[in-house]
């Protein structure tokens, strides 16, 4: 312990300070726990197991089929895949190579897709076969040369399981489509016929980029946080510190969030290999699906959202099954209550502990211990190796005193390098002494235990995922009915906040509000689209003409409460 962090003596016993920061990649982290993984099991999906030795084959023969595609060490490699063993194979391979994966979610509509790609301009492409038509609804200055199409049929055990099992409706609907390969594309099976990279071929260095992994931003224009081997491989090994007792080789860890996602990325693609875990599958998140698989492998490490927790807990007690596994549960992206933390430890086998994280720290800073002196309500208090501050956010440079609210700052080795192509962007959070601002207002215990009281970002979280009120409400005033329109979140008593419109109508419109939700669900993903649409005479701006959300905040939270 060090008189600058306090925090230290919270650790549960046997968590260091400090981790040993990586030199290495995370292809060379990967292909150890391949030969040390050898037979044992790597990936379960539905069933289908997946060796570790047949994961480094996998990888190699796909690194080569992407090096005969033309991807070279630097080049962008978009990724728009649910979770499934074809996610992990084609991360790692590009990685190999020395590319940069960028990580999409798959259900984006294809307008949402346009900005990523005209930002990051990758030219290859790795995609769920049924997202295939998006990618070739974009405009010809978005100049894709290869897309490889993953057909999730094959990854099942069999047709007959896929159509009992399948979570997504989706998929579901259109499985006799899956059968057959998307026109005009490269089949995934086609990467691995081929012979394996030559093992002498360059892998990148710990300083390369690894990942950009897109973030909205307080203007709401998505933004590519640029994440290095030694930012990834470094969380990596703050989350093995931190959950001390994990065994490497023995956890089973339950992947229910998306490896989109940069909580998902973190907890399957780098730690789940780096502890050379068995690593659980599932497309989408479904109680039940998880319940059926916890009956065959129970997990041990159950790391996911509050509405998540709760729905998992009260399934599990209706139907009688155990989760007296589940040793190491974090809860994240949004506030974890007393409520949630009660159920979902009367059914599971350890604490249920919050942690915090932000994309830019690729993604994990702070978290509760796993050990007596957490505390429920908390965000907790920094990892290894990393600093925190609390300042003025006027003036970050001067630290409020202890106690006080202030705007939570961040150093440590997982902290990113800076926004792609938005060195403006870049600037204004990442300070000349490598301090990352949060953008999050916080106050501290004097030990360091830090929570939450507001945000100076006004996104909404839903779901664990956040929405920009910007590109909603942009969506929201292209609809030929409305003149104006304000976005915000209102939370919810499970934790999280639901997205709500108030829109004002053009001079003789009449506003249907679900029409105007299923006009935003041609343009928005599912989770951006408003549950409410609200019909107001005028939105409150300020004398600049911004948009006062607190005010549509209180006045929505107002009228629910009347």
Not at 308 to 320: H, L, S, V
Request: net charge negative.
């Amino acid at each position: 312990m060090t008189d600058d962090r306090p925090w230290v003596q919270h650790y549960q016993p046997g968590v260091p300070a400090d981790i040993e920061i990586p030199t290495t990649s995370l292809v060379e982290m990967c292909e150890d726990a391949v030969e040390r993984g050898g037979d044992g099991v790597a990936l379960q999906f539905f069933g289908r197991e997946t060796t570790y030795r047949a994961l480094g084959d996998q990888i190699a023969r796909a690194a080569e089929g992407l090096r005969r595609l033309g991807v070279r060490a630097g080049d962008r490699v978009a990724l728009i895949l649910p979770n499934c063993p074809q996610h992990v194979v084609a991360f790692y391979a590009a990685l190999r190579l020395g590319a940069i994966v960028v990580e999409h979610n798959p259900l984006y509509t294809s307008r949402e897709l346009r900005h990523l790609f005209e930002d990051h301009g990758a030219r290859v492409v790795i995609a769920w076969d049924a997202a295939v038509a998006k990618i070739r609804q974009q405009p010809a200055d978005i100049e894709v040369e290869h897309i490889v199409a993953v057909n999730l049929l094959r990854a099942f055990p069999t047709v007959k399981r896929l159509a009992l099992q399948l979570p997504v409706p989706k998929l579901r609907a259109t499985r006799d489509r899956l059968t057959q390969p998307a026109p005009g594309t490269t089949p995934w099976e086609d990467l691995l016929s081929g012979p394996a990279v030559d093992p002498a071929h360059p892998r990148p260095d710990v300083d390369d980029v690894a990942v950009i992994q897109y973030t909205s931003g307080t203007t709401g224009r998505a933004k590519g946080a640029v994440l290095t081997h030694r930012n990834l491989y470094a969380n990596a090994l703050q989350g093995a510190a931190w959950m001390h007792d994990a065994v490497d080789g023995r956890e089973v860890i339950y992947a229910v969030l998306p490896m989109f996602h940069a909580f998902g990325m973190t907890l399957y693609l780098t730690f789940g290999i780096l502890k050379r875990a068995r690593i659980v599958l599932f497309p989408s998140f479904d109680a039940d699906m998880v319940l059926d698989a916890a009956r065959r492998t129970p997990p041990t490490v159950y790391c996911a959202v509050p509405p998540i927790y709760e729905k998992t807990a009260r399934r599990a007690m209706e139907r009688g099954i155990s989760l007296r596994s589940a040793r190491f549960c974090i809860s994240g992206a949004m506030n974890l209550t007393d409520d949630i933390v009660a159920l979902w430890e009367s059914v599971a086998g350890g604490l249920l502990v919050e942690g915090y994280g932000l994309t830019e720290c690729a993604p994990v800073a702070l978290g509760n211990p796993f050990h007596p002196s957490r505390r429920t309500g908390t965000i907790g208090i920094p990892f290894p190796s990393t600093r925190m501050r609390v300042v003025d956010p006027d003036d970050p440079s001067r630290e409020v005193e202890p106690g006080q609210r202030g705007e939570l700052l961040l150093a440590g080795p997982q902290v990113f390098q800076g926004y792609w192509n938005a060195p403006e962007e870049t600037e204004a959070v990442l300070l000349p002494d490598g301090w990352l601002r949060t953008g999050d207002l916080v106050t501290v215990d004097p030990d360091g235990f830090t929570t939450i009281v507001d945000r100076v970002k006004e996104l909404i979280i839903t779901g664990g995922f956040n929405v920009s009120p910007t590109e909603v409400e942009a969506v929201l005033r292209s609809h030929e009915d409305i003149d104006d329109a304000a976005v915000v979140g209102l939370p919810l008593a499970g934790g999280g906040e639901r997205v709500v419109a108030e829109v004002v109508a053009r001079p003789g419109a009449a506003v249907d509000g679900e029409a105007v939700r299923a006009y935003c669900r041609e343009r928005l993903a599912a989770y951006k689209v408003p549950r409410e649409v609200v019909v107001v005479e005028e939105i409150p701006k300020s004398m600049l003409g911004k948009v006062l959300r607190k005010q549509v905040r209180d006045r929505r939270a107002a009228s629910v409460v009347g």
